[in-house]
């Protein structure tokens, strides 16, 4: 079982940046993935970025935040981040944390992202 808490969250102004952190306790041996998703007000959640969890990891991203976003992962500490730069309003949204495992997948209790002047 894998427990995830996200964080970094908040209110920014157009332009800004943002670093959220997810933290994952429990085994991850058997992940084999990690992605961040967003859900923004009346839209269904969608996949921002994706990260393999083998060696220093293959990412992928959505076409919307692509230039804009970075995922990583420090497996040591069993971290997840995504950086977010020139954030605009679309952006606004609750990020969530997921994990991939076979047969399961995790998600952490999402932090909401506000970016509004």
């Known amino acids: 079982q894998v427990q995830l808490v996200e964080s970094g969250g908040g209110l920014v102004q157009p332009g800004g940046s943002l670093r959220l952190s997810c933290a994952a306790s429990?085994?991850?041996?058997?992940?084999?993935?990690m992605a961040w998703y967003r859900q923004a007000p009346g839209k269904q959640r969608e996949s921002v970025a994706i990260?393999?969890?083998?060696?220093?990891?293959?990412?992928n991203y959505a076409d919307s935040v692509k230039g804009r976003f970075t995922i990583s992962k420090d497996n040591a500490k069993k971290m997840v981040y995504l950086q977010m730069n020139s954030l605009n309003t679309e952006d606004t949204a609750i990020y969530y944390c997921n994990f991939k495992g076979i047969g399961a997948s995790y998600w952490g209790q999402g932090t909401q992202v506000t970016v509004s002047s």
């Open positions: 990260i393999t969890n083998s060696g220093t990891g293959s990412t």
């Open positions: 429990g085994s991850i041996f058997s992940i084999y993935a």
